[in-house]
């Protein structure tokens, strides 16, 4: 059974029970995550209809037309057929991320963190890094002894979704929460990983979108939890949703010392 306690930033953490240990960052290039599974993300394409020049010049103007509104026929004519210089309308992409590979030697975890988050103290949290000048936007690990070897004896992903819904719609500042995705995948060594996609509307800062990753390792329970705002004037992007899903699918293992 899981023991879950609340902490400033809105992280839902379980108790650490060891001290924050020495951590290791280096600069790192992002890479492709896997999807996740439960939630693809539409891809939205723009284009431009071409029309049959041949068609529009064999349209000639009505007798009555005046010499101007030919010269504006002709003018509209080479816009469309993309024969007037400078005249067209481009996409910018928005600019890769940048991350940090954090790696916890002592716990035995490592996981990719945006280079624009910074590392806070925070009771309750093995580690928490905050978005510069957002606190409410974080990335927070715990990690917890249990009995357990793999996470699929405690139960199925969607059986740990409920779980942590559940923990959630107990705190006095939430106001509602929902599932919106649940997947697993497979961490170094083979271990059992559960991602879970869930949205919070709290009393503390409103919407929120948050990520979660679980796995358990060396009798010890590890769980990501990943918060950002998701408001209805302010919605989550899509750049920002695969930064956050990198992170998410970053979370693994990694050798104890």
């Not at 896997?34 to 000639?60: C, E």
């Not at 559940?166 to 106001?175: G, I, M, P, V």
């Not at 990520?211 to 950002?228: G, M």
Request: hydrophobic share 35%.
């Amino acid at each position: 059974m899981w023991t879950t306690t609340t902490y400033p930033g809105n992280i839902m953490a379980l108790r650490v029970c060891s001290s924050l240990p020495h951590q290791q960052c280096q600069i790192t290039k992002p890479f492709s995550p896997k999807p996740f599974l439960s939630l693809p993300i539409p891809k939205v394409s723009v284009f431009t209809h071409k029309p049959n020049s041949q068609n529009i010049h064999k349209r000639a103007p009505p007798p009555f037309c005046s010499g101007k509104r030919r010269l504006n026929l002709s003018i509209l004519a080479l816009i469309i057929n993309g024969s007037l210089p400078n005249m067209y309308i481009t996409t910018l992409a928005a600019p890769e991320m940048e991350f940090q590979r954090y790696t916890d030697p002592k716990e035995g975890f490592a996981l990719l963190i945006p280079s624009s988050y910074v590392k806070v103290d925070k009771a309750g949290a093995t580690v928490l890094f905050e978005e510069a000048n957002n606190g409410s936007n974080n990335v927070g690990v715990v990690v917890n002894p249990v009995r357990l070897s793999s996470l699929g004896e405690f139960g199925t992903p969607e059986f740990v979704a409920q779980k942590l819904i559940q923990a959630e719609k107990r705190k006095e500042s939430t106001k509602d929460a929902e599932v919106i995705g649940v997947s697993e995948r497979s961490a170094n060594g083979g271990v059992q990983v559960y991602e879970f996609e869930y949205k919070v509307d709290s009393t503390r800062g409103g919407m929120k979108r948050i990520f979660s990753a679980a796995f358990v390792a060396s009798k010890k329970l590890y769980l990501l939890n990943i918060s950002h705002a998701d408001k209805p004037e302010n919605p989550l992007d899509a750049q920002t949703r695969k930064t956050l899903e990198e992170v998410l699918h970053s979370f693994d293992t990694a050798p104890m010392t």
